[in-house]
């Protein structure tokens, strides 16, 4: 469940490399531009949403028959798993408050100047 976050990074990529190969021309791309807007889109599902949901489930899992759990699960696999989880969470956060800024920016760029988004792709 926690690889379902991954789905969102070929949209990363391909920004990643419409700035890498492209230069300027490539950030004005229309490639870039529907690019991260499929990133944000992408995010809000796999990582803001699955995360929690994954902290849940495994919170439930454990609560439903904590001997079995304590049976079939180490120490570390009880704490390890969910901290790091947790850690995805935050990071994400903070990623999603600059994938926004992003998108934002690349929406009025794209309001302000139509021809700069869709030229030579």
């Not at 991260?36 to 803001?48: K, V």
Request: with cysteine; net charge neutral; charged share 15%.
């Amino acid at each position: 469940m926690a690889l379902c976050a991954e789905a969102s990074t070929p949209f990363l990529n391909n920004i990643t490399a419409c700035k890498l190969f492209g230069g300027q021309q490539g950030a004005d791309s229309l490639i870039h531009f529907l690019s991260g807007i499929m990133l944000w889109i992408a995010y809000i599902p796999f990582r803001m949403v699955n995360f929690p949901v994954w902290l849940y489930v495994w919170y439930s899992d454990i609560q439903s028959d904590p001997a079995e759990t304590s049976q079939k699960c180490t120490w570390f696999e009880l704490v390890f798993h969910p901290g790091v989880i947790l850690l995805l969470l935050y990071l994400s956060s903070v990623w999603f408050i600059a994938i926004t800024k992003g998108c934002v920016k690349g929406i009025r760029k794209a309001t302000q100047a139509p021809s700069r988004v869709a030229k030579d792709d």
